[in-house]
C-alpha cells in the first residue's frame, strides 16, 4: 500500500486560531496531518528563533481528523525545526503556513511569521506554501480560500516547488463569487509610512505604540500581488531565501 | 556651514556590547553619531517587530563623544523605526548595525537581527550597513576590523548605497595582518543540519534546546561569502528585502 503524503500545517497566529483549523481541514483530504503551531500569537516575528531559552512542546486537540498536534512555546520557525526534528515520523512531502489573519503581501512578507516558517520549510528542502487572508478579523470567512488551497496542495504534490523555493498565497477580502482566479506575480515595491503613538502610563513615563500606512509605490505595475489583490485576484509570489542583491555586485566590486 | 552627517547606530546584542562601542567609536569620526539600540540582547529575532505590546526608550551612558544614545525595548527592527520617527533629528545619511558578535554570513542573514536592522534601514531609504564578527566571544578583538569600517562608511558617505540595497560585512576572525581584503560577494547557498538537545526539568517533563552543525553546500564556488571569509577576506554582500524568486514565475504560471 502506497504510503500517504506527510504534510505538516503551522501557522503565526497560535495553534487554536481559525484560520489554521480551516487549513488543517482541506489538508487532511490529502494526507497525514501533523500540526505544530506556536501557543500564543506571533505575528511580526520575521525570522525570529529561539536561541537563547528552552523551548516545550503541549500535545493539544482543537483539530480534528489529523494524526497528531501540538502547540510549541517557539517561534513559527522553531515549529517547523522541531516538527521536522523532533515530531514528524519521516520529512514532510508538504509545508502549510497559514491561514493567517490579515496580509503578508509585497513588502510585509519580511515581518510576517507564517511566511518565515513557509521559508524555513524550503530550507529544509520540503515543498512549502504561506496562506494569508486580507482579512484581520478573528471572526474572518475563510471559506472562498478552500477551491484554491486544493488546486494548490494538490499541485505542489505532484510537482515539488523547485529547491529553495515556496509560495506566498494572499487572499483578498472577497465572496468566492467575486474571486478572479489565482495570479503568479512578484512582490510590490512597497512600504509603511510609520509612526509611534506616544502614550503616558499612568506613573508619567511614556511609552509608544507602532502604527502606519501601508503604501503601494508602484500602483500602475499590473505584475505585483498589491494589483492582483486589488483587482480581485489570489496572488501568487514565489519567494526564496536568497537575499543577495546580485545585480548590484559588479558595481561594489568597483567602489570597493 | 555644511551640517554634518547623521549617523544612526544600532546592534542585536545590545546597547553596551563591546562590538556596537566600536563601532560608534569608529562611526563619530564621520558625523553626529546617535545611538538606539535594544535594552537586552536579541540574537536571532530575525526581522521582528512589536506590534502587540508597547515600546519604551530610557537614556544611556555608555558611549563616549556622540550625540545621544537610548536602550529600547524592542527589537532591532523596532530600534530603526522609533530611531527614525521618534528621535533623530532629520534622516539618518547612514546606518550601521553591528558589530555583530557572531557570523551573519550566508543563510545566517535570515535569522539575523543585526542584519534586519541593515535591511530595515535601506527600507527607509538610508544607507545601511551591516557588520559582524565570526567571534562569537563576548570579549572578541575588534581592532582588526577598523581600517574596513573605515573605508565602507566613507564609501557609503560619498556615494549612497543603490535604493533598497543594504551591505552585509562579515569579518573573518584574524589579526589585522593575516586580513586579505574586502571581497564583494554573494550569499553563499549553505544551512543548518539541527536537532534539539532533549532535557528533563526537576519535575519531568521535557524542554528542548535548539542546537545545530553549519554546513557550507557549496565549498567550492569562489564567489560566495564563505569561500571569502575561510580564505581571509572580509565578505561584503548587497542584500536586498525583494524576496521573488523571480526566475520561478513562468514555471508556475504554466502549473498554476
Given at each position: 500500500?502506497?504510503?500517504?503524503?506527510?504534510?505538516?500545517?503551522?501557522?503565526?497566529?497560535?495553534?487554536?486560531?481559525?484560520?489554521?483549523?480551516?487549513?488543517?481541514?482541506?489538508?487532511?483530504?490529502?494526507?497525514?496531518?501533523?500540526?505544530?503551531?506556536?501557543?500564543?500569537?506571533?505575528?511580526?516575528?520575521?525570522?525570529?528563533?529561539t536561541?537563547?531559552?528552552?523551548?516545550?512542546?503541549?500535545?493539544?486537540?482543537?483539530?480534528?481528523?489529523?494524526?497528531?498536534?501540538?502547540?510549541?512555546?517557539g517561534t513559527?520557525v522553531d515549529c517547523?525545526?522541531?516538527?521536522?526534528?523532533?515530531?514528524?515520523?519521516?520529512?514532510?512531502?508538504?509545508?502549510?503556513?497559514?491561514?493567517?489573519?490579515?496580509?503578508?503581501?509585497?513588502?510585509?512578507?519580511?515581518?510576517?511569521?507564517?511566511?518565515?516558517?513557509?521559508?524555513?520549510?524550503?530550507?529544509?528542502?520540503?515543498?512549502?506554501?504561506?496562506?494569508?487572508?486580507?482579512?484581520?478579523?478573528?471572526?474572518?470567512?475563510?471559506?472562498?480560500?478552500?477551491?484554491?488551497?486544493?488546486?494548490?496542495?494538490?499541485?505542489?504534490?505532484?510537482?515539488?516547488?523547485?529547491?529553495?523555493?515556496?509560495?506566498?498565497?494572499?487572499?483578498?477580502?472577497?465572496?468566492?463569487?467575486?474571486?478572479?482566479?489565482?495570479?503568479?506575480?512578484?512582490?510590490?515595491?512597497?512600504?509603511?509610512?510609520?509612526?509611534?503613538?506616544?502614550?503616558?502610563?499612568?506613573?508619567?513615563?511614556?511609552?509608544?505604540?507602532?502604527?502606519?500606512?501601508?503604501?503601494?509605490?508602484?500602483?500602475?505595475?499590473?505584475?505585483?500581488?498589491?494589483?492582483?489583490?486589488?483587482?480581485?485576484?489570489?496572488?501568487?509570489?514565489?519567494?526564496?531565501?536568497?537575499?543577495?542583491?546580485?545585480?548590484?555586485?559588479?558595481?561594489?566590486?568597483?567602489?570597493?
Amino acid at each position: 500500500m502506497q504510503q500517504k503524503p506527510i504534510i505538516l500545517v503551522t501557522n503565526d497566529d497560535g495553534v487554536s486560531a481559525p484560520g489554521i483549523l480551516h487549513l488543517s481541514n482541506i489538508a487532511k483530504q490529502y494526507g497525514d496531518v501533523y500540526v505544530i503551531a506556536p501557543d500564543k500569537p506571533q505575528s511580526g516575528m520575521g525570522h525570529a528563533i529561539t536561541i537563547n531559552s528552552s523551548i516545550r512542546i503541549q500535545k493539544t486537540n482543537y483539530h480534528t481528523g489529523i494524526v497528531e498536534e501540538y502547540s510549541c512555546t517557539g517561534t513559527p520557525v522553531d515549529c517547523v525545526k522541531m516538527a521536522i526534528h523532533k515530531i514528524l515520523p519521516n520529512k514532510p512531502n508538504l509545508i502549510l503556513s497559514g491561514i493567517n489573519h490579515g496580509s503578508n503581501s509585497s513588502i510585509n512578507v519580511i515581518y510576517s511569521g507564517t511566511m518565515s516558517a513557509a521559508i524555513e520549510g524550503s530550507l529544509e528542502g520540503a515543498s512549502s506554501v504561506g496562506f494569508s487572508l486580507c482579512d484581520y478579523d478573528i471572526n474572518a470567512d475563510f471559506s472562498a480560500t478552500t477551491p484554491f488551497i486544493e488546486k494548490i496542495i494538490s499541485s505542489t504534490l505532484t510537482e515539488p516547488l523547485p529547491k529553495g523555493v515556496c509560495l506566498n498565497v494572499n487572499f483578498p477580502k472577497l465572496k468566492a463569487d467575486e474571486i478572479n482566479g489565482l495570479k503568479v506575480c512578484r512582490q510590490a515595491k512597497a512600504g509603511w509610512v510609520e509612526d509611534f503613538e506616544e502614550r503616558k502610563d499612568p506613573h508619567g513615563r511614556s511609552y509608544y505604540w507602532l502604527t502606519g500606512k501601508f503604501v503601494n509605490f508602484e500602483p500602475e505595475s499590473k505584475d505585483t500581488d498589491e494589483w492582483a489583490l486589488q483587482n480581485g485576484y489570489v496572488s501568487v509570489v514565489p519567494t526564496m531565501h536568497d537575499l543577495t542583491a546580485h545585480q548590484v555586485i559588479p558595481h561594489l566590486q568597483n567602489i570597493l
